[in-house]
């Protein structure tokens, strides 16, 4: 995504747990292509680093909020960063049981997610208008995008 981001909008930041990650990835992509990326280390006080509260148009949390242990303070920090009419896109597995059972089969073991999609749209509508964008795949989802706003 960090690819096609940079090409449609004029700043992107690549947020990660592991600096080290996102850096390569962003080294890699300017050498090749060029491009405007900015890495941010994901830390336990998000909006103090580096990104200006109320400056963003969107943000993308695609399959990463099911394994944030505390998720109503990363929402929270989250919802700080939108700009009025932002957009939080997410997206998230719905931990049913043929999901389970096609983790099993490619062999995935134990419980890696703290949390279903359900779990996180409850929490984002205490801080977001939501709603379900796309179920992935129709009539048996696995996976679910949902578009928060900010109030």
């Not at 996102?22 to 994901?42: C, H, M, N, P, Y």
Request: aromatic fraction near 8%; proline fraction near 5%.
């Amino acid at each position: 995504m960090l690819p096609f981001l940079a090409r449609a909008f004029s700043r992107v930041y690549a947020v990660d747990p592991s600096l080290a990650a996102v850096t390569g990835f962003i080294d890699l992509w300017e050498k090749s292509a060029g491009g405007s990326l900015q890495a941010v280390r994901l830390s336990h006080d998000l909006p103090s680093a580096t990104i200006p509260h109320h400056s963003l148009q969107l943000i993308l949390a695609l399959d990463v909020l099911e394994h944030v242990e505390d998720l109503q303070k990363t929402l929270a920090d989250l919802a700080l960063l939108l700009a009025p009419g932002g957009i939080l896109l997410v997206s998230g597995p719905t931990e049913n049981r043929l999901y389970r059972l096609g983790r099993r089969i490619a062999g995935f073991s134990g419980h890696y997610h703290l949390r279903n999609i359900h779990d996180i749209m409850d929490e984002l509508q205490q801080l977001f208008s939501v709603k379900i964008v796309r179920r992935l795949v129709y009539p048996l989802t696995f996976f679910c995008i949902l578009e928060a706003r900010k109030r």
